[in-house]
């Protein structure tokens, strides 16, 4: 069973990979054809990569939630560390690191990283990702039966990507300052 489910994964990442590779063939023949076409593919590849991670940012927690409330070793508590670490691994970090790459590209070339608004983004994704770092800790910590946090913090935690994805967006749309 336990090899089934690992070739599942492997098929299942294999194909991932073979999408991404397919997707920047696609995306270096458009830059070298034509690059100034290229800034609105990146943006939307970027909103993409923000809407997944924020996906994962806000269903991760919750299933912390549902977690907690599992007993400790029972096929509940089981299935919840699989489905927290394929979040995590499958999407969540794949998506980061599109976020900030695609993100750090945009700024510099539609912006050259000028702007107040600018500026503050960057510090709110800063947070946004330091959340990021504490639920991968916590995803090893549920793996290993060693969660200590209630259920209510969770629950908080789970506002948390929330009010930065806010911030985030009013920074980006009004850019107030």
Partial sequence: ?????????????????????????????????????????????????????????????????????????????ETFKVMERRLLRAIINPAMIATWVLGLWLAWRGFGFAGGWLHAKIAAVLLLSGVHGYLSASVRRFAEDRNQKPTRHWRIVNEIPTVLMIVIVILVVVKPF
């Fill in 1 to 77: 069973m336990t090899e089934q489910r690992a070739g599942r994964e492997g098929g299942a990442g294999m194909r991932a990979a073979a999408a991404l590779a397919i997707a920047a063939v696609l995306v270096a023949l458009l830059f070298w054809l034509d690059p100034v076409a290229l800034y609105p593919w990146v943006k939307a590849a970027h909103v993409i990569a923000v809407i997944s991670w924020m996906a994962g940012m806000l269903y991760l927690p919750r299933l912390f939630v549902y977690h907690t409330e599992a007993e400790t070793g029972s096929e509940k508590s």
